[in-house]
């Protein structure tokens, strides 16, 4: 906030003498009061102004005489050069902007700086202790003990005021935090959402999907509803850091001014006791709000892990683990869907053959050794089959030998993906069935880097599966493929 002029050119009234008294101080921050100043803003702009004039003191504290010239101190009444009556010239011309204002607190402040001497009643500056036209020696410690006095009487109704302030609990801190909670929950459940979509249900996590964004609304709709001045904790915090703010002036008030002086510095201690009373009061408020979260978060993170998982099993072979988690239910399964659990345990031993006149560029370059084993993958989700499930099936024929034909091919299409055609006994060929092409997903991840570097060196062999990379609802086409294939060749 700005200070106004006003609170300025008073400040620069106090501060003429070099020294800022406790009625001087206590009249600026009443007439800040008025302006709409906050007390603790007018304290800090005090404490900043009196620490630049007593830095810069050196400066100051030199004039020149307007008769001879000479630099002379700023508290002289009189030139020691020409003799020149300094002080009344000083008085009567005066100096800056504090002149052109008036009121009682410009007089209060001018009394303040200027003194009168006891014995001859010349005015004097506030600093200096020996009246510069009588030589009369002026003991400052009526003027002293009045304001430590008054130092210690206000540090005495704010400790008295910091008594009765209240301290906030933690229910009343959790209460103001709630808004921050509840975010905070709320991404907690949104990250076991996350997690359990690939562990539980679809239900379990549709439910946390649910509380995660009821959360965020009530969160979002608290912080912008709430009225965060009517919270005693908001209250603490701003009675606090007042108090803090009259300790720290108070302090470098006692330090600087009144050091020797017991009972100002107990009063202090116990001044700065309460503010570190109320400073450990926060700090275990927070600690307990930081342990509550790393409590909530070490039990929610489980908790998708520690639910009931899916039984997923995407090989449909049925392996033999699996049969034991229901004995029972699996043969119920087997004696209802017989005709697909006797398909998926069929394997068919076929032969390779490269004899057989049929349009393809790869025979030249790659050829199939031996047998292989063709067979069918039933696609589903449960160890047990189901009408959704069965009408999914994929061939495969695995432990398929090839070699190099001798015959080396750099160009480009050697990277085409290639696969088989099946052939029955009699050399027809089997139609209408998926595309059965090289699987590079599956075994050996170099397959398909395998075969190229064959075809391209025109030597070497390597063994690889074929899969159809589409499945068939088909039951009637993929059996008679078992039933019927008998040989394969490389297309």
């Keep these: 906030m700005v200070i106004p002029d006003r609170i300025k050119q008073l400040t620069e009234i106090a501060l003429k003498d070099k020294v800022l008294t406790f009625v001087e101080r206590e009249t600026i921050i009443n007439e800040g009061i008025k302006e709409g100043i906050p007390a603790e803003e007018i304290n800090e702009y005090l404490n900043k102004s009196l620490e630049a004039k007593i830095s810069s003191m050196a400066k100051e504290d030199l004039d020149h005489c307007p008769s001879c010239g000479a630099q002379i101190p700023l508290i002289s009444d009189t030139c020691p050069y020409c003799g020149y009556e300094y002080d009344k010239f000083k008085h009567s011309s005066g100096h800056g902007n504090s002149s052109r204002i008036t009121g009682d607190d410009v007089n209060v402040i001018a009394n303040e700086n ?5 014995d001859c009643g010349t005015p004097f500056p506030l600093i200096s202790n020996i009246c510069p036209t009588c030589g009369h020696i002026l ?9 430590i006095r008054n130092l210690i009487n206000s540090m005495n109704e704010l400790i008295d005021g910091m008594k009765k302030t209240h301290k906030t609990t933690f229910k009343e801190v959790l209460s103001f935090r709630k808004e921050m909670v509840m975010l905070y929950v709320g991404a907690l459940v949104f990250l076991m959402a996350i997690i359990s979509q690939f562990e539980v249900s679809d239900t379990i996590t549709g439910i946390f999907g649910i509380i995660s964004i009821v959360l965020f609304v009530l969160a979002f709709r608290g912080l912008k509803n709430r009225n965060v001045e009517e919270s005693p904790v908001a209250k603490e915090d701003s009675q606090f850091y007042l108090f803090l703010s009259f300790y720290e002036m108070y302090t470098r008030h006692v330090d600087s001014l009144y050091g020797k002086n017991h009972e100002a510095k107990e009063v202090l201690a116990q001044f700065g006791k309460m503010i570190d009373d109320v400073k450990e009061n926060k700090r275990k408020n927070r600690n307990k709000l930081v342990l509550m979260l790393v409590a909530i978060t070490l039990v929610s993170i489980p908790i998708p892990f520690l639910l009931p998982h899916h039984k997923y099993e995407y090989d449909t072979n049925l392996p033999k683990e699996v049969l034991t988690q229901d004995p029972i239910l699996y043969e119920e399964n087997k004696t209802e869907f017989a005709k697909y659990y006797e398909l998926s345990s069929r394997t068919t031993t076929i032969k390779a053959t490269n004899e057989i006149n049929y349009p393809t560029s790869r025979t030249t370059y790659l050829r199939a050794n031996s047998t292989a084993n063709l067979h069918i993958d039933i696609i589903s989700r449960n160890w047990l089959l189901n009408d959704s499930a069965i009408t999914h099936f994929k061939i495969r024929l695995d432990n398929v030998e090839l070699s190099s034909t001798g015959l080396a091919n750099h160009s480009a299409d050697t990277l085409l993906p290639f696969g088989i055609v099946l052939f ?41 599966n074929f899969v159809s990379y589409k499945t068939t609802n088909d039951f009637e086409l993929v059996k008679q493929a078992l039933d019927s294939a008998y040989y394969f060749m490389i297309m």
């Design 114 to 118: 200027a003194k009168t001497c006891p």
């Design 139 to 147: 003991h400052e410690q009526t003027d002293s003990d009045l304001n």
């Design 424 to 464: 029955t006994k009699d050399y027809e060929v089997i139609t209408d069935l998926p595309p059965i092409l090289l699987d590079v997903y599956a075994g050996d991840s170099t397959d398909f880097y395998n075969t190229k570097g064959i075809i391209e060196k025109g030597k070497g062999k390597c063994r690889v």
